[in-house]
């Protein structure tokens, strides 16, 4: 039987939660308030920054200096070309390992588990090498290659948890009325895993959204995401804090919108098969 919750353990776990929440959210909403402050008001007192005027002067700035829709556009081309092309192989894999188990199966997913606990430095220069002879640095192509590769653990790690939840039977008897492999992965198995899917193909754009590391070492102009586009506005001679918050809402904003619309999928992926 569950224990009642007393008003006061209610009042101080919902205290507690948005007191998480609001200072997770502060460095985002700090980051809008300074986008719209010149460079003077920027860098003042926090008391000052609130009370000074509002202007659109950095976002003016950063649309003459750059071109945010080839940015933009790039990243929705990276992160969506990495992802499916991430489940287009994991699927396959996961529903192998989840209906198929090996005796090595737990082994090869440790495996693919600890390759994300790699310091991506440490195979930079030979992919650099590899993009550079095979005249891939600095495109699309390069790049969804990569993404797709670093995050290729974390896909078929979730769609193996989702897809373990559905019951073999369900597959048995698609296969006695006559099913090919085919026909159990697009019309029986990946039916069924929706949700799951969809939660892996957000969070996984999600993280190829905001990839840092390999767009800003294998990219210059083509092929540079938004995470490029932010980083110009850093330089030897210093921070414009405006500026830099104007560029870094610009880039956010796409994917908060996204998150924001598609939180109920996500948090039915996130939890399928959680609750028996």
């Known amino acids: 039987m569950a224990r009642a919750v007393t008003p ?17 959210f502060f460095p985002i909403f700090w980051t809008v308030i300074l986008s719209f402050k010149t460079e003077g ?26 071109n945010y829709f080839l940015h933009f556009w790039n990243s929705v081309v990276i992160s969506l070309g990495s992802t499916l092309l991430a489940l287009l192989v994991a699927i396959p894999a996961a529903w192998a390992m989840a209906f198929v188990p090996g005796p090595k199966t737990k082994d090869l997913l440790m495996w693919m588990l600890s390759t994300k606990m790699m310091p991506a430095v440490g195979v930079l220069v030979p992919i650099y090498l590899i993009f550079r002879d095979l005249g891939l640095l600095d ?11 670093m995050n290729l653990p974390i896909v078929i790690w979730m769609l193996y948890t989702y897809f373990r939840e559905i019951p073999g039977e369900i597959l048995e008897a698609a296969r006695m009325d006559g099913a ?11 039916p069924m895993a929706v949700p799951g899917i969809a939660s892996t193909l957000l969070l996984n754009v999600i993280l190829a959204w905001n990839e840092a590391f390999w767009t800003l070492q294998l990219t210059t102009s083509k092929a540079a995401p938004l995470t490029t586009f932010i980083a110009g ?7 414009f804090y405006a500026k830099l918050s104007a560029a870094s809402t ?3 904003a796409p994917i908060l919108i996204l998150g924001w619309f598609s939180q109920k999928q996500l948090v039915r992926g996130l939890t399928f098969g959680a609750v028996k």
């Open 8 to 24: 006061r353990r209610k009042a101080l776990v919902t205290l507690l939660a948005w007191s998480i929440g609001l200072a997770l």
């Open 233 to 239: 506005y850093s330089s030897p001679e210093g921070l």
């Open 139 to 149: 495109s699309r192509i390069g790049l969804v290659v990569v993404l797709m590769l």
């Open 41 to 66: 008001d920027a860098i003042a007192a926090p008391l000052k920054v609130l009370t000074s005027p509002f202007t659109l002067e950095s976002y003016g700035v950063v649309q003459e200096r750059s």
């Open 250 to 252: 610009l880039a956010i």
């Open 180 to 190: 090919t492999l085919k026909d159990e992965l697009i019309h029986v198995l990946t």
